[in-house]
């Protein structure tokens, strides 16, 4: 086993704090964002992702519904940008222009950050509490494919259950989308 594979943050822990460059040319650190939003969703994502492709819309919806609440996304770029070119930090920059992106896109070029998440898939969300502690990780809901689709919006209902109060049915599901590279 890899020392890699051990690296997660399991619910009820406190996320990794970071500073990663955004496409908007920023230093972004989580710790701020705390501040300033009462959660903060993490969301991990690349480029070249079909699952991401199928996503981005619900994501911008997601940010368009919570943002007013106090809530925002932070979409985090953790893929191996060595052997191929499509996560590069340019290609962010093109991708979030062509998706006209509501939310900051961030760039973690070392996966460190991503590591330590747990990450494991694009996209793969992680809900983050005013406290700084992971209350949902898993995936965006069950119906990549078909956003028009009746199923469990696994996100929303985490991000509506802690604004009100209550406890967050299911905390955690398995991610499904692209398995990220890692760097050797």
Known sequence: MNILETIDTPIG????????PGIDDQVHHLRRYLEKFRAVGVISMCNHCPYVEWYID?????????????????????????????????????????????FPYLWDSTQDVTHSFGATKTPMAFLIDTNGI?????????????????????????????????????????????TLIWRN
């Open 58 to 102: 619900r994501l911008k919806n997601i940010q368009a519904e919570f943002t007013p609440k106090g809530f925002t996304l932070i979409g985090m770029n953790g893929s191996d940008g060595n052997n191929d070119t499509r996560p590069s930090f340019e290609n962010m920059k093109a991708f979030a222009q062509h998706h006209d992106l509501n």
């Open 13 to 20: 822990s406190y996320a990794p704090d970071f500073e990663l």
């Open 134 to 178: 992971v209350r949902y990780k898993g995936k965006i809901d069950d119906h990549p494919q078909d956003a028009s689709a009746v199923g469990d919006d696994y996100l929303r209902t985490a991000i509506a259950s802690l604004f009100l109060g209550k406890e967050i049915d299911i905390p955690q599901t398995e991610p499904i989308g692209t």
